[in-house]
């Protein structure tokens, strides 16, 4: 694959010059029969057309230069592609994993209605000798009772807190799957948009490859070119062919995985996004994004409401270890008497104090402590490794945009202007064209890594540290 960027860097004038010098050194040397006179007029046009058919083949082939894609640039898009922006918008809204949290959601808030009820009361009948009338020795007899269990030690409002806490968790934890979720939508559309990238440098290079195998094959007609070498060159087709196979079959399978999380039931092969290729320098400091990580990050929070939660149930746990009473009204009616009483039902708690369940809800108070302790050091740690991988590959993808892309453009154009016109053996070439592909490779490669390392680092610290 070849890397041509710059219009005729400094390296690629330099061997123009020379080469043009050597051709006009040899068109210019005098013949010695011929007269003083006619000599220096014959160099002075020798002269001047040398150096006119040496500026007219620079300014060609640099031209010619010019042509190849520059892999920094953002591949070629349709006009409704879309922006990562947009691809978040759209998994927010249809992504059946995130609408399944988030009705869980309801279903957990739902359950502070439950906890917030009160206990209903009871209202019961009873009738006897209701066959008897009044006058008799046993009268008829009615009853109405009405009874209310009363909780005490505030266990309504202990269940309230549990429930409230654990919709606050639950809550956290959806914005935690949105937070995963855009990860790996992140993740995806970077592969594609790489993918996309090295289809585009991998057809351009097949193209512009196939146009130099025609070439040679006309100098081997003509004599010009050697048979084996014409066949060596050939046979570098079969690379350029695979890597454009291989990069169509994982632009389609990008885009398919990116569709899927966006919710699209088929993908379609119109489907295609936008974005930069070269990842951008952040202005943020790895302290600043620690605090931002501890104050925003919703599974740091789900555990904070965790332990809410947990001290909620283990002062729940106390308070329904408390004696609840009944208290009952009763109306009598038994002939002409009419009578009214009451009932009071206290449980006594000499067994059975709850004492199993109070221990089980301090314990889990202590762990859930533990835990929001432990993921405290997990977010501190997750940013610290995200941000030693982004400036590492920052720094190695700065040093392909810089240096390595221009250098390899440079060694391969003279490589290949100095095979064209005799200057190296085939061998030296093909060297240069594996050094060229590679070099592009790698760049993609380093590219890829530091826009990963970015969105890695942008959930670690739960922050869109790229607009």
Known sequence: MKILLNPQPPLIALALATLSATALHAQTSPSPQAPSHDTNQSVSSSSTSANDAGSTAAAAYAAGIQSIPDPRKPPTSKPNALTLAQILDLARTK??????????????HAQELQAGVRQNPNLGFTGSDI???????????????ISRLFERGQKRRWRLDDARATTDQTRAQLEDSIRQTNLTIKTAFTHMLIAKESLELASASLKEFGHEVDIAHDRFTAGDLAKLDFERLDLQLATYESDEANDITNLRQASDQLQTLIGVETPSEDFDISGDIVPPNLTQTQADLVQTALAKRPDYAAAHFGVAAADANARLAIANGTADPT????????????????NVNIPIRIFDRNQGNKATARFQANASRLTETALHYQVISDVDQAWVGYVQAKRLSDRFSTHYLDESKDVLVIAQYAFEHGGIALIDYLDALRDARSTTADAL???????????????????ELVP
Do not use: C, M
């Open 445 to 463: 490669s380093a590219y890829q890594n530091t826009w990963l390392a970015i969105h890695q680092l942008s959930a670690s610290s739960a922050t």
């Open 327 to 342: 208290l009952e009204a009763e109306y009598d009616r038994s002939g002409t008497e009419n009578s009214a009483g009451f």
């Open 131 to 145: 066959t008897e009338p009044a006058s008799s020795n046993n009268p008829y007899n009615y009853s109405v009772q």
């Open 95 to 108: 992504n059946p994993t995130l609408l399944a949290a988030e009705q869980n959601l309801e279903a957990v």
